[in-house]
């Protein structure tokens, strides 16, 4: 790699804030960058989800254009400010938060767009952050902790190879995110038909209700169902109940390199395995699993707020295990197919029977016992089956993407400080 040069950061770009807004502003008019875009996502997203009512004035002056590096200027804590996030195009319309800072570029060869992305996320950059972010009750970047900045880069067209590499194999990731998404729509939608519109393929393979399958009302569900259908409770179709394990005496955090998954791990169907998750010792992973117990077709099933997050294992374990907020929930297979038992778990009744029944005066969350008592319309072990020889290659593409995007982000994170410090090169 090409020597390294230290530039100031307040000399290749310049500082402005972000948009100082109404709530009579929010949600309508033109593209906005909100807070979570910026800290969630190493570029700018193509399509900004929200939306803000700006003025022309506003639109021209708190503009995104490409080559833009928008900073998060507050955190509770220290190691999560001036996450990063980079224009890669222009953004007609769109102002940017307040609890941002824009960083435009004031040259266009000395620092690569895409190359910055990743430097301004390395933990060399993130140290230097670190170092001199000012500490209150938040933690906030201001126009002098900038000035003070320095950045090691090099040459120009090594940013560019390096940029380049990192970006296509951001991009991979994205893309997989997107199928993974999709399969997920469908994967509910298909529920959906099956268990809440009760369109399953009849005798004659057509939809039973929009064939005129008989319907017959039931006093529990307080819904028609079909007829030779009834009303069971979860604890009927289910064979296990069960949680991880906290550390009290227990086993001790920090240790090792296998993942402590706890329910900010589990999120829209997936783990996220990163460096946001405890780690901890082969033996504590081992104490852990004798209480966990997990296998292939449980359903990890989060107790707290955000209650009701699922995900279903497909693989056995080898490298991380659960907390107490984490119930772990096995099908009784002699009543049900286990990727039935995932989908009912994660639907749109059971969210809101967890989000009426959830109690507490700090972190709202359910019992295993009012979980059990949650009612289902049950059309026995054969329609689970049917069910599941659609549903099941969806969910295997799904893990198998996942389990890409796992190897795709951690060579990426891998090669990162690899390619900073020049222990490789990109010909």
């Given at each position: 790699m090409s020597k390294l040069t230290k530039y100031r950061f307040s000399d290749l770009y310049s500082m402005s804030s972000g948009i100082s807004s109404t709530k009579e502003q929010a949600g309508h008019g033109a593209p906005f960058l909100s807070f979570s875009?910026?800290?969630?996502?190493?570029?700018?997203?193509?399509?900004?989800?929200?939306?803000?009512?700006?003025?022309?004035?506003?639109?021209?002056?708190?503009s995104i254009k490409k080559g833009d590096i928008f900073l998060t200027r507050t955190s509770e804590v220290v190691d999560e400010l001036a996450m990063s996030s980079v224009a890669t195009q222009d953004y007609p319309r769109a102002t940017y938060s307040g609890f941002l800072k824009r960083l435009r570029p004031t040259q266009n060869d000395i620092s690569y767009p895409k190359y910055m992305a990743f430097y301004l996320r390395s933990s060399l950059f993130r140290k230097t952050m670190t170092n001199n972010a000012?500490?209150?009750?938040?933690?906030?970047?201001?126009?002098?902790?900038?000035?003070?900045?320095?950045?090691?880069?090099?040459?120009?067209?090594?940013?560019?190879?390096?940029?380049?590499?990192?970006?296509?194999?951001?991009?991979?990731?994205?893309?997989?995110?997107?199928?993974?998404?999709?399969?997920?729509?469908?994967?509910?939608?298909?529920?959906?038909?099956?268990?809440?519109?009760?369109?399953?393929p009849n005798a004659d393979g057509k939809p039973y209700k929009a064939s005129g399958g008989q319907m017959l009302y039931n006093k529990t569900l307080k819904r028609d169902i079909p007829v030779d259908w009834e009303a069971r409770n979860l604890d009927s179709i289910l064979s296990r109940s069960g949680t991880g394990l906290n550390p009290r005496s227990n086993f001790k955090l920090g240790e090792g390199s296998n993942y402590y998954v706890t329910i900010k791990s589990i999120d829209n169907g997936?783990?996220?395995?990163?460096?946001?998750?405890?780690?901890?010792?082969?033996?504590?992973?081992?104490?852990?699993?004798?209480?966990?117990?997990?296998?292939?077709?449980?359903v990890l099933f989060t107790s707290i707020q955000p209650v009701g997050e699922t995900y279903f294992i497909q693989e056995k374990p080898t490298n991380w295990n659960i907390n107490e907020s984490v119930f772990t929930l096995r099908a009784d297979t002699e009543q049900v197919t286990s990727e039935y038992f995932y989908m009912?778990?994660?639907?749109?009744?059971?969210?809101?029977?967890?989000?009426?029944?959830?109690?507490?005066?700090?972190?709202?969350?359910?019992?295993?016992?009012?979980?059990?008592?949650?009612?289902?319309?049950?059309?026995?072990k054969e329609i689970t089956k049917e069910f599941s020889k659609v549903l099941s290659p969806i969910l295997k593409k799904q893990a198998l993407i996942e389990k890409e995007n796992r190897v795709l982000s951690e060579t990426r994170d891998w090669l990162l400080p690899m390619l900073m410090n020049g222990q490789v090169t990109v010909k």
């Open positions: 875009a910026v800290f969630n996502n190493y570029f700018v997203p193509d399509e900004l989800a929200d939306l803000m009512d700006a003025s022309a004035k506003q639109q021209e002056t708190y000012v500490m209150t009750l938040r933690a906030s970047l201001n126009e002098d902790i900038f000035s003070y900045l320095d950045l090691l880069l090099p040459d120009f067209d090594t940013q560019v190879k390096v940029g380049d590499l990192l970006y296509a194999i951001d991009q991979k990731i994205e893309v997989n995110a997107r199928i993974n998404h999709e399969l997920g729509l469908m994967t509910k939608t298909l529920y959906d038909y099956w268990f809440v519109q009760f369109d399953f997936k783990i996220n395995l990163d460096d946001k998750c405890d780690r901890i010792s082969d033996e504590s992973l081992t104490i852990i699993n004798n209480r966990s117990d997990l296998k292939v077709g449980d009912l778990l994660s639907g749109q009744e059971m969210k809101a029977y967890t989000k009426q029944s959830s109690a507490g005066s700090i972190h709202k969350g359910i019992r295993h016992g009012v979980l059990k008592e949650f009612i289902l319309p049950f059309g026995g």
